[in-house]
């Protein structure tokens, strides 16, 4: 393994701190200074010390994280309070965040610092995918639920209706989406769900339910909803593959993930997408 990334692993900083210390000659291998970050470690036989402390190395870890609406998916903001400000220091050392949500979308947000897992979980080869709940304005018909789940153009509907422009990346990508899954679960006038909206609302039409996607181009739960007319005003994430949100989380909670959710993670959804 190599020297930069067991000290990340263990804690000792982020990769940015852990060169700084490498170049410092504040680290020893076995005795010997070392200062190439590229220095390949025996995790289980080599003696690593910082600043003459042993360092142990902490292991892989991945935690499962309840974002709240509000923060950000990101190491450091100037005006925004981040997901990693929810960690201790000594936690989020070496941790980074596989992929992200909105600042407006809660729900489960994965944490680790396994870079073989992001890649995983990121590969748009393994189609892996992510279910959220959501509630939203206007109503869905057979033909709206139809057109979702078999491939819908978001692009020009989205900057259409949303009057907003993309950047250049966002313009280059695939405007039809690939299918998907959606179940609505309530349908029908704010009134009739007054105790399960999260906002207050005018007495309008509302409707809420599940839609699974296996991709995640920019704000694409949002865009798909605004498409048929939906506005969503509550998005949250409460699936990636077979692991489900522990809803004992509250808010800005976090855990770490047992073995047995890790084996979930790894398994590949094959249905076919188109």
Known sequence: MRLDKYLTQSHIGTRKKVHGILSEGMVTVNGQRVTDATYDVDVNMDQVTCDGEIVKHAGTVCYMFNKPQGCVTARSDEKEKTVLSYFSEEEKGGLFMVGRLDKDTEGLLLLTNDGALDHWLMNPEHHMEKTYFFWALGELSEEDVSKI?????????????????????????????????????????????????????????????????????????????????????????IAIGELQLDESLKPGEYRRLTDDEIGKLYKINIREHT
Do not use: W
């Open 149 to 237: 789940e078999s491939g819908i153009d978001i692009q020009s509907q989205y900057t259409i209706r949303q009057n907003e422009r993309l950047n250049k990346s966002d313009m280059k990508e695939t405007k039809i989406t690939k299918t998907a899954k959606l179940q609505i679960l309530k349908q029908g006038m704010v009134h009739e769900f007054a105790d399960e909206i999260p906002i207050p609302l005018h007495d309008d039409q509302v409707v809420s339910g599940l839609l699974t996607i296996s991709e995640g181009k920019k704000h694409q739960v949002r865009r798909m909803l605004r498409a048929v007319g939906c506005k969503i005003f509550q998005l949250k994430r």
